[in-house]
């Protein structure tokens, strides 16, 4: 058996082992969530202007509150759990499988692991200052902590979450540059184009961008096939590559999506929430630059892109122009609002997800 065939089967086992995991664990997921009514107390009645979010409540207040969040929970902790399993099997078992099906390794997967932990528990804290009832805790009803209690209570706000996704791009920023060494990114069909000291202010941008893209959370099924197309992209890219190891991590974070998406599509089970959608934009920022592929991450990402640019195309025209564009943002809800049912706006954005992720791999490998 060539080494070729070898890594394809390490990959694509190691994709279906988290898909199992993921599908496994889900059953006891849900009945905790559900037991515990781990939804949120209020739907969200204000867009992101302080206005009435008029179609958003029409079309969305009673699944808000009846539906459970933190879904993302079976993403990060099946593929931290699988990637430690498979580390302590090379370990105890001296056998050339054991070893090989190990793909924790320092120089691909140890920062986008650390990365999807590290940031799946920010947005986790954020899920449960938005889920629990704060009211029934006797200790923060009055004093320091009923202050500290009408600050957090509805979560951690919007300010406050692109803080700590920036403080995880400072990190990921310093570890590039300082300890990788990297200093310039790849530009298909040119080159090379070296940023120097730029590197690390623009490793924080791109981090911060993906991350508003994460607004594409809002309908049954939408997210979980948009980072399904992303990350099988970069599964191929860094397979290509040569770089093993990050193309399992990548194909197992696909096997628990995919997973969590059974679950996901209408009616949905339950919702990613923060505790997904930060894990996988921080670790997606990280995969696109570990594989010098993030020049193409807009085209492979392009429904992201579309997501937050909607956000702030709305905003910009209430603010200068007093009127909106779309009837309600993100665009997503935007079709909604038009008549579209949300299966069709869902699956249309399979189709151009999974098409934008077949260009941009190409453009990369040609370039």
């Known amino acids: 058996?060539?080494?070729?065939?070898?890594?394809?089967?390490?990959?694509?086992?190691?994709?279906?082992?988290?898909?199992?995991?993921?599908?496994s664990l889900t059953p006891t997921l849900t009945h905790f969530l559900y037991k515990h009514r781990l939804w949120k107390n209020k739907a969200k009645e204000k867009a992101i202007d302080g206005k009435e979010a008029k179609y958003f409540k029409k079309f969305h207040q009673k699944k808000e509150t009846k539906t459970p969040r933190l879904g993302g929970l079976l993403i990060w902790v099946s593929v931290g759990f699988l990637t430690l399993f498979f580390y302590v099997l090379s370990l105890v078992f001296d056998s050339f499988w054991a070893e090989k099906l190990n793909y924790l390794s320092r120089d691909q997967t140890w920062l986008p692991l650390f990365t999807l932990v590290a940031a799946s528990l920010v947005g986790l804290m954020d899920d449960l200052l938005q889920i629990l009832d704060f009211s029934k805790i006797r200790l923060i009803k009055n004093g320091i902590w009923g202050k500290i209690k009408n600050y957090l209570g509805g979560g951690l706000g919007l300010r406050y979450r692109i803080l700590l996704v920036s403080l995880l791009g400072v990190i990921g920023a310093y570890w590039f540059y300082f300890q990788l060494g990297q200093q310039s990114i790849f530009?298909?069909?040119?080159?090379?184009?070296?940023?120097?000291?730029?590197?690390?202010?623009f490793f924080m941008i791109v981090m911060i961008a993906v991350y508003s893209g994460g607004v594409i959370d809002g309908l049954d099924g939408l997210s979980g096939g948009t980072f399904a197309s992303i990350f099988t992209a970069y599964t191929a890219i860094a397979l290509f590559q040569g770089q093993i190891n990050l193309a399992a991590f990548c194909l197992a974070i696909v096997g628990s999506i995919l997973a969590f998406l059974w679950f996901n599509i209408p009616p949905a089970?339950?919702?990613?929430?923060?505790?997904?959608?930060?894990?996988?934009?921080?670790?997606?920022?990280?995969v696109a630059f570990l594989t010098n592929a993030v020049v193409v991450l807009p085209i492979i990402a392009i429904l992201l892109v579309i997501t937050s640019g909607s956000v702030i195309i709305q905003l910009l025209s209430k603010k200068i122009r007093k009127k909106k564009v779309l009837l309600s943002a993100p665009l997503h809800h935007h079709f909604e609002a038009k008549g579209w049912p949300h299966y069709k706006v869902t699956m249309r954005y399979w189709v151009i997800g999974v098409v934008a992720a077949i260009l941009g791999v190409v453009i990369h490998l040609l370039g």
């Open 1 to 23: 058996m060539t080494d070729a065939a070898i890594n394809f089967i390490k990959v694509f086992f190691i994709g279906f082992t988290s898909f199992l995991l993921a599908f």
């Open 187 to 201: 530009i298909p069909l040119f080159g090379e184009l070296s940023l120097g000291i730029l590197y690390i202010p």
């Open 269 to 286: 089970r339950f919702y990613m929430g923060e505790t997904g959608i930060i894990g996988l934009t921080a670790t997606l920022t990280v």
